[in-house]
Structure formats: C-alpha cells, structure tokens
T-cell receptor
Framework: DVKVTQSSRYLVKRTGEKVFLECVQDMDHENMFWYRQDPGLGLRLIYFSYDVKMKEKGDIPEGYSVSREKKERFSLILESASTNQTSMYLC?????????????FGPGTRLTVL | GENVEQHPSTLSVQEGDSAVIKCTYSDSASNYFPWYKQELGKGPQLIIDIRSNVGEKKDQRIAVTLNKTAKHFSLHITETQPEDSAVYFCAASDGSNNNDMRFGAGTRLTVKP
C-alpha cells in the first residue's frame, strides 16, 4: 500500500512567519505534488516535482516555494505567511512521468494563518 | 489550459437511490478522467478512472461514462449506502505529463439512511 504522510494535520501560524509543510512517500515514486484545497475551488496545483531537485510551477505558485532534496520528501515553504494562505494543503505522489498515473494523496494539513 | 467544471456542488439522496455527478472539460486533447473520493479527515482516493478509448467503465456499484464529442463525463453510484457520503472530485488530463491534471470543484454527496 502506498503511504503518503504529512508532518502535521493542523497548524496555526502568524502573519509573516516562515512555514514548512513536509511530505514523505514510501513507494519510490518519481513525482510529487502540492495542492491547496478551498471550498468551491477544488484542488489547485501549487508546485510539482518530477525528480530530486527538479520542480515546476503549477497554477498558483505565488507566495510558495518547494524543496526536494531526497526522492521521498517534498517540502512546501511559505516564505512569509499571509491570511489568504489559510487553507487545506494536500501532498500527492505518483509513479512515473506519464500523465495518467494514479495520484496518491496524504491526509492533508489544515493551515490557519492569523 | 484545461478547465473542468463539476455539478452539482452538493447532492443529497436517500439510501438505496442512485447518484449522478457530471463534469465537463474544455481541452479536447484530454484522454484520462479519474474520479476521487474524499472522506472526512482524509485525502482524496482514486475510486475509478476512464480513458478516452472507452465509453463506459463499471466497478460494482460505481460506473463512469464518457462522451468525448460533448466533452463530458459522469460518475454513477447505484444502490447508495451511508458510507458513500463523501466529497467526490473529477479530474481530466491529456497524459502528456503529470502536472497537467485539473480537478473539478467537488461534489459533497450525502446519503441519508
């Protein structure tokens, strides 16, 4: 069974803080993703990584950066958190480069920025 | 880029009834259409998918139909049960790479016992 874990289920931070969200997958998947989930907007892709140290912007990368130093770990960084980044953040991984591979999701981190 | 619209946003049915969720997409190159189920407190999980070379796929009580000409696809759940209550997301991808998958806004399905 593929397992994608996220470091925190709930996180509360203050405006201006630097925030790290960690994601780990245990199935040697090539691809990893960060989405944010907001009511009525579905899942929106923030960043995507197809290999160690490789990353691509998704639809809403502004205010975020990512790091992939090891294949199994993909971090999302909010350099200076703002209240409009309050959201549910979902990490996912998939096996290969093809666009038709199943994406396996972690349980999500609900971030509140005060 | 791809744009996926999903309807309805909420759906309430009586246990044993059928539920249908519909999605439309904009990119005619899309050829892969997965459906995800998200239960409370969990991440989305794939429940069924369909590729553009077939028009219908069935797995026990769930089925997905695809109309490529009209660019829409639907999820059908028959004999609904309370454990089917969840948020369902459709998605579409052209399969060229993994970061082109786009998701619908989600449908919150409630099955009343």
């Amino acid at each position: 069974d593929v397992k994608v874990t996220q470091s925190s289920r709930y996180l509360v931070k203050r405006t201006g803080e630097k925030v790290f969200l960690e994601c780990v997958q245990d199935m040697d998947h090539e691809n990893m993703f960060w989405y944010r989930q907001d009511p009525g907007l579905g899942l929106r892709l923030i960043y995507f990584s197809y290999d160690v140290k490789m990353k691509e912007k998704g639809d809403i990368p502004e205010g975020y950066s990512v790091s992939r130093e090891k294949k199994e770990r993909f971090s999302l960084i909010l350099e200076s958190a703002s209240t409009n980044q309050t959201s549910m953040y979902l990490c996912a991984s998939s096996l290969s480069l093809g666009g038709t591979d199943t994406q396996y999701f972690g349980p999500g981190t609900r971030l509140t920025v005060l | 880029g791809e744009n996926v619209e999903q309807h309805p946003s909420t759906l309430s049915v009586q246990e044993g009834d059928s539920a249908v969720i519909k999605c439309t997409y904009s990119d005619s190159a899309s050829n892969y259409f997965p459906w995800y189920k998200q239960e409370l407190g969990k991440g989305p999980q794939l429940i069924i998918d369909i590729r553009s070379n077939v028009g219908e796929k069935k797995d026990q009580r769930i089925a997905v139909t695809l109309n490529k000409t009209a660019k829409h696809f639907s999820l059908h759940i028959t004999e609904t049960q309370p454990e089917d209550s969840a948020v369902y997301f459709c998605a579409a991808s052209d399969g060229s790479n993994n970061n082109d998958m786009r998701f619908g806004a989600g449908t919150r399905l409630t099955v009343k016992p």
